[in-house]
């Protein structure tokens, strides 16, 4: 069973930076594409960004390229989300998810598992 525990969210002002994390169960992070996405209220969930299985390919959400990072270390077991020149409007609930797809899955269908998800809260 893949199980999925992010960390990291917290309060930061206009133009600061937050890393977030999620910790995998052991080989889901090398053998899954893994993404991340976020969700405010009244809102649907929206996809942020995703890393292949293979690392070789990232692919971001057009409001968030140049801004966030997304990596993973498979030694650990963990994807990171670093976030710079954070917006009020980049304030949500982030999730982490693993998806067995081979390509770049950015739907939420595509992905089976789910972490419980982190506050990000972005002050003006």
């Known amino acids: 069973q893949v199980q999925l525990v992010e960390s990291g969210g917290g309060l930061v002002q206009a133009g600061g930076s937050l890393r977030l994390s999620c910790a995998a169960s052991?080989?889901?992070?090398?053998?899954?594409?893994m993404g991340w996405f976020r969700q405010t209220p009244g809102k649907e969930r929206e996809f942020v960004a995703v890393i292949t299985w293979s690392s070789i390919i990232t692919y971001y959400t057009d409001s968030v390229k140049g801004r966030f990072t997304i990596s993973k270390d498979n030694a650990k077991n963990t994807v990171y989300l670093q976030m710079n020149s954070l917006k009020p409007e980049d304030t949500a609930v982030y999730y982490c998810?693993?998806?067995?797809?081979?390509?770049?899955?950015?739907?939420?269908?595509?992905?089976?598992?789910w972490g419980q998800g982190t506050q990000v809260t972005v002050s003006s």
């Open positions: 998810a693993a998806s067995r797809d081979r390509g770049t899955p950015f739907r939420i269908d595509d992905y089976g598992y």
């Open positions: 052991v080989r889901t992070v090398s053998t899954y594409a």
